[in-house]
């Protein structure tokens, strides 16, 4: 049976936001390794009856519960008391701990505070975790009923909020502890990532409906980002081998019904993956942008210089009456009415040939026309339009698209750019 883990982060400045929770995540991912699996994520505040609450839930629903925070001398450290508290367990004073603090402000050359002398207080039964640099060692503790489930236990440790004070006591002591007294480590959390453009999230689990259920193994989890969607596969395994020979049925079922959909496997995103269909580094490839601003050409900038040597000429122009302007007489275009469908693909055809052959390039891509800022802030509902992409390339007849594209503003124009990216790699795949 796979372990179950609760992170709680103890703090008013979590809590409000002034801080931002890094120790949750870190933990998640330590636990993993030891083949935990970290269910719950809570974050409570400097309130005594709320810690005592959050307390009382963690253990009655997991396994193991790793808590960070409370446990400076001052008033609002509250985290000692509140375990007490919450198992009815008396606090004593650990003479150890006290020792470890006295010499820490003794190497200072400093007195101690009296208020130190709470943090050498432990709840009754409990086991010190040592903290070689900071005054405040962490608290192991193994709850049971009648404050957990029936016949089940659950252990707490209980670490300081700093960041590094906690990963040395939790590399250096409780690793240690879960290995040898727990048995845990001989496997671990792997993970392996899916990524699909294209396509709605909902789209996606209808095309796959027995990969998303809970109870499976391994478990396939889907999320979102920028329009980018990531399958997420995940096993529990002795090695990396296992894991891979687990996985494959599971990633050749996604292959079969996703097919080109797919653009990558790992830590790729969809500019990585376009780069990657480009059969020669020295490829020449420009890009036209007709709007509000230069999405694509951002994208293509992130990448290294190396990566994209042949990135030759990019172009971005506020309207297609810019784009007219900008384009020699001798040009045939001749750019008039951007509500004509017709013609913006006719425009932006010519344009992106007309690019390709000036300026000697094997691929130039065309993309608009891109909405302004402001209207799609000022929209009342998510804005949705017809946005035409076209792609010349050397020696082939110009190919092109035109997609109804809407979202959030924040993620809007990453998908238009995202959507262009797309067009260009799958054109380079299916025609060489």
Request: proline share 5%; net charge negative.
């Amino acid at each position: 049976m796979t372990l179950r883990a609760e992170i709680i982060s103890i703090g008013d400045e979590i809590t409000s936001g002034q801080r931002l929770d890094t120790n949750s995540k870190w933990i998640s991912e330590k636990l993993g390794d030891l083949g935990i699996k970290t269910a719950f994520h809570t974050t409570v505040g400097d309130a005594m009856q709320d810690n005592i609450d959050v307390f009382r839930n963690a253990v009655r629903r997991a396994d193991l519960v790793v808590a960070t925070g409370g446990l400076g001398p001052t008033a609002d450290d509250l985290t000692r008391e509140a375990m007490a508290l919450a198992f009815e367990i008396p606090l004593e004073i650990r003479q150890e701990a006290l020792e470890h603090i006295e010499s820490l402000f003794a190497l200072r050359k400093r007195p101690m505070p009296e208020r130190n002398r709470s943090q050498a207080m432990f709840p009754a039964g409990s086991r010190m975790i040592d903290n070689p640099h900071g005054t405040a060692p962490g608290i192991d503790l193994i709850v049971s009923s009648p404050h957990t489930l029936e016949g089940r236990t659950s252990r707490i440790f209980s670490l300081p909020g700093v960041p590094a004070e906690m990963m040395q006591m939790f590399a250096e002591t409780i690793q240690p502890r879960l290995i040898q007294e727990m048995g845990l480590g001989s496997k671990r959390w792997f993970y392996h990532s899916v990524k699909v453009f294209g396509i709605g999230e909902s789209d996606v689990e209808k095309k796959l409906p027995d990969l998303i259920h809970r109870d499976r193994d391994p478990i396939v989890g889907i999320t979102v980002s920028k329009a980018t969607i990531t399958l997420r596969i995940a096993a529990l395994c002795s090695n990396e081998a296992e894991f891979q020979s687990k996985i494959e049925p599971t990633i050749q079922q996604i292959h079969e019904q996703l097919g080109q959909l797919i653009f990558g496997e790992g830590e790729i995103d969809i500019d990585s993956a376009t780069q990657a269909s480009l059969t020669d580094g020295a490829t020449k490839l420009g890009v036209i942008e007709i709007g509000s601003g230069a999405w694509i050409q951002k994208y293509l900038a992130d990448l290294s210089s190396q990566a994209w040597t042949g990135l030759q000429a990019g172009r971005w122009f506020p309207s297609l009456d810019h784009l007219s302007a900008s384009i020699p007489s001798g040009f045939s275009a001749d750019l008039v009415d951007p509500n004509a469908s017709d013609e913006i693909t006719n425009k932006l055809s010519n344009a992106a040939e007309h690019l390709r052959h000036q300026l000697d390039l094997d691929l130039c891509l065309a993309a608009g026309v891109y909405p302004t800022h402001q209207s799609v802030i000022s929209s009342k509902s998510l804005p949705t339009s017809d946005f035409t992409f076209a792609l010349a390339r050397r020696g082939k007849p110009v190919q092109h698209t035109t997609v109804s594209l809407g979202a959030h503003p924040d993620v809007l124009y990453h998908r238009l750019a995202k959507t262009g990216l797309n067009f260009l790699r799958l054109e380079l795949l299916q025609h060489g």
